[in-house]
Nanobody
Framework: QVHLVESGGGLVQAGGSLRLSCETS????????MGWLRQAPGKEREVVAA????????FYSDSVKGRFTISRDDAKNTLYLQMYSLKPEDTAVYYC????????????WGQGTQVTVSS
């Protein structure tokens, strides 16, 4: 079982920055593709960023491309999401997720951290 714990959410003004972290105690972190997903009220959960096990391949949704950066530190078993130029529409609960390399479904989830961007 992969236990994921997010931190770093909060309230920020539009144009501001936040960095989310996702820590796990698993020693197999390096074998998981990792992602950040978010869910805003009344909307479906969406993948905003993902990073593969090599850390050389990343994915960003169009809505965050150029503003968010996903990274991982396998030595610390930690995933990050650096968010710049935040917009009110970025307001959501952000979830850290993991899936074994090659799997399609995200099968491990954190509890989520709230990000609220005020206008």
């Amino acid at each position: 079982q992969v236990h994921l714990v997010e931190s770093g959410g909060g309230l920020v003004q539009a144009g501001g920055s936040l960095r989310l972290s996702c820590e796990t105690s698993t020693h197999t972190f390096m074998y998981y593709t990792m992602g950040w997903l978010r869910q805003a009220p009344g909307k479906e959960r969406e993948v905003v960023a993902a990073i593969d096990t090599s850390a050389r391949n990343t994915f960003y949704s169009d809505s965050v491309k150029g503003r968010f950066t996903i990274s991982r530190d396998d030595a610390k078993n930690t995933l990050y999401l650096q968010m710049y130029s935040l917009k009110p529409e970025d307001t959501a609960v952000y979830y850290c997720a993991a899936k074994p390399r090659g799997e399609r479904a995200w099968n491990h989830w954190g509890q989520g951290t709230q990000v609220t961007v005020s206008s």
